[in-house]
């Protein structure tokens, strides 16, 4: 089974300041991809990032970064010099190599940045 | 198309009606997916097609839920009966092959029908 939790529903950070978001999984496979997706109020599912299970170096996309624990099945999303823009709910995510690339996702964390 | 295309944006029905839910991927994506948003809850999976392969029907929760892919491209997902607990925004994604794709890139998400049953 493949499962992936998100034990924070709402956060809330100041303009400029870092915050981070938290992911568990659980899977008893070691090759997967783990993702974070935002939902802006439009909808419109955006990818933030993507960390692979085998690689042990941390993610970066610019203002956004992963702490990728493996043994722990974590899986946290930095967000540094936060923007308004940023507003959002944000959703951890995972495949399995071993799947047909079935999403399974988190329950979501709602964003706010507050200026 | 350029992006996936979800219509209609919003939909409000009456209990019992039957409603269909349009989906119109990015051209070439062979992947296509279904997804169920609830408030306040994360994104429940529905059922996945693969080309030409027999769909993956494991996530719909009842026999009121079906879907079909027509020609490889455009997809219908048909609630029939519906109840008030079908309310939820329905996120169709495609990706180019399924797998390597889903891998590398995620995949490309609609924006949604937002389905109100009152």
């Known amino acids: ?115 | 198309g350029a992006g996936v295309s979800q219509s209609p944006s919003n939909k409000v029905t009456e209990k019992g009606k039957d409603v269909e839910l349009r989906c119109d991927p990015i051209s070439g994506h062979t992947a296509l997916y279904w997804y169920r948003q609830s408030l306040g809850q994360g994104l429940e999976f529905l059922i996945y097609f693969q080309g030409n392969s027999a769909p993956d029907k494991s996530g719909l929760p009842s026999d009121r839920f079906s879907a079909e892919r027509t020609g490889g491209s455009v997809s219908t997902l048909t609630i029939q009966r519906t109840q008030q607990e079908d309310s939820a925004v329905y996120l169709c994604a495609s990706s180019l092959d399924g797998r390597q794709t889903s891998f590398n890139y995620g995949y490309t998400f609609g924006s949604g029908t937002r389905l109100t049953v009152v």
Request: charged share 15%; glycine share 4%.
């Open chain 1, 1 to 115: 089974a493949q499962t992936v939790t998100q034990s924070q529903p709402e956060m809330s950070v100041q303009e400029a300041e870092t915050v981070t978001l938290s992911c568990t999984y659980d899977t008893s496979e070691s090759d997967y991809y783990l993702f974070w997706y935002k939902q802006p109020p439009s909808r419109q599912m955006i990818l933030v990032i993507r960390q692979e299970a085998y690689k042990q170096q941390n993610a970066t996309e610019n203002r956004f970064s992963v702490n990728f624990q493996k043994a722990a099945k974590s899986f946290s999303l930095k967000i540094s010099d936060s923007q308004l823009g940023d507003a959002a709910m944000y959703f951890c995510a995972s495949i399995l190599s071993s799947n047909t690339g079935k999403l399974i996702f988190g329950q979501g964390t709602t964003l706010q940045v507050k200026p």
